[in-house]
């Protein structure tokens, strides 16, 4: 399985960027994908993530309301729509993907793929 992200770069805050990622490889259609983010100094957090079948959406607190997250097929991609975004959002963003069940998409958990992350910064 590989994960291609792409889409990140310098915003202001209050403005908007659009993160896709794109999957590859065996049962990948099948699969749960998810968006998680790495602060500089702080430990990955989970962000969104979205079911095989993309009707199924989970979020954290941090970005509920701002983030939305979807995918597309058949080319399995998976976006990030990401508004009035903060400096706080500033950080190295990875998509995964993995066989999760329900439970486990709303914690972020059952992701055993990961891509290389894209850098997102938001200025003051």
């Known amino acids: 399985v590989q994960l291609q992200a792409s889409g990140g770069g310098l915003v202001q805050a209050g403005g908007s960027l659009r993160l896709s990622c794109s999957a590859s490889?065996?049962?990948?259609?099948?699969?749960?994908m998810g968006w998680f983010r790495q602060a500089p100094g702080k430990e990955r957090e989970f962000l969104a993530t979205?079911?095989?079948?993309?009707?199924?959406?989970y979020y954290s607190d941090s970005v509920k309301g701002r983030f939305s997250i979807s995918r597309e097929y058949p080319v399995n991609t998976v976006n990030l729509q990401m508004d009035n975004l903060r400096p706080e959002d500033t950080g190295v963003y990875y998509c995964a993907a993995g066989p999760a069940t329900y439970s486990e998409m709303k914690h972020g958990l059952g992701m055993n793929y990961w891509g290389k992350g894209t850098q997102v910064t938001v200025s003051a």
């Open positions: 979205v079911s095989w079948s993309g009707e199924s959406k």
């Open positions: 490889g065996p049962t990948t259609n099948s699969y749960a």
